[in-house]
């Protein structure tokens, strides 16, 4: 299973940014899905997941309000849209995916076997 995060780049403080990631090897309707990012000097964090089943979706408290994330299971690609970007969302962004995630677990990065390379997100005037 190959995933492929990309959509990242240079962004103004108070923009959008949609960011895809494509599942290659299998089907997506097979996974759930996260994305986590990682700072400078921070560790990785949670930032959103979604079923594979029913579509639920469970966002990071931090971040709530301002994510959508979604997917496309015919196009095998899930997407995070982030709106009102802040210079503290700066980071690599990736995306995650394992099968048979429980709710509870979906914060947890342990829980997805397969990583994307990520994609660099950077939020500055």
């Known amino acids: 299973v190959q995933l492929q995060a990309s959509g990242g780049g240079l962004v103004q403080p108070g923009k959008s940014l949609r960011l895809s990631c494509a599942v290659a090897?299998?089907?997506?309707?097979?996974?759930?899905v996260a994305w986590f990012r990682q700072g400078p000097g921070k560790d990785r964090e949670f930032v959103a997941a979604?079923?594979?089943?029913?579509?639920?979706?469970v966002y990071a408290d931090s971040m709530k309000g301002r994510l959508t994330v979604s997917r496309d299971n015919a196009k095998n690609t899930v997407y995070l849209q982030m709106n009102s970007l802040t210079p503290e969302d700066t980071a690599v962004y990736y995306c995650?995916?394992?099968?048979?995630?429980?709710?509870?677990?979906?914060?947890?990065?342990?829980?997805?076997?397969?990583w994307g390379q990520g994609t660099q997100v950077t939020v500055s005037s």
């Open positions: 979604i079923r594979r089943y029913g579509g639920t979706t």
């Open positions: 995650a995916a394992g099968t048979g995630v429980i709710l509870s677990n979906l914060r947890n990065e342990d829980a997805y076997p397969y």
């Open positions: 090897g299998r089907t997506l309707s097979a996974f759930d």
